[in-house]
């Protein structure tokens, strides 16, 4: 069983910035692949990045790629997401998940979910 708790969302500003972490219990976290997703309000949970469990892989979603960058510290059993240059169309609630089977961008290759965190970006 794996526990995720996420924190660092907030309210900033367009064009600021804020780093997302997301603490992991329970596990080997280096064993799993880490996730991050958002849902804004009426709209369906999407991909933002994934990293794999060595750290040395990521991917993700094109509207984020040269703004957000994921990484963990394994050594911490942490994952983190720096968000920079941040726009309204990143409002959303921001979880974390875990994935023992590697690399993934569908929310049901995720095997534990955290309990969000909200972003909100004013302009």
């Known amino acids: 069983q794996v526990q995720l708790v996420e924190s660092g969302g907030g309210l900033v500003q367009a064009g600021g910035s804020l780093r997302l972490s997301c603490a992991a219990s329970g596990g080997t976290f280096r064993t799993y692949a880490m996730g991050w997703f958002r849902q804004a309000p009426g709209k369906e949970r999407e991909f933002v990045a994934t990293?794999?469990?060595?750290?040395?892989?990521?991917h993700y979603e094109d509207s984020v790629k040269g703004r957000f960058t994921i990484s963990r510290d394994n050594a911490k059993n942490t994952a983190y997401l720096q968000m920079n240059s941040l726009k309204p169309e990143d409002t959303a609630v921001y979880y974390c998940?875990?994935?023992?089977?590697?690399?993934?961008?569908?929310?049901?290759?995720?095997?534990?979910w955290g309990q969000g965190t909200q972003v909100t970006v004013s302009s």
């Open positions: 990293i794999s469990g060595a750290g040395g892989s990521t």
């Open positions: 998940a875990a994935n023992f089977g590697g690399l993934a961008t569908g929310s049901l290759d995720y095997d534990y």
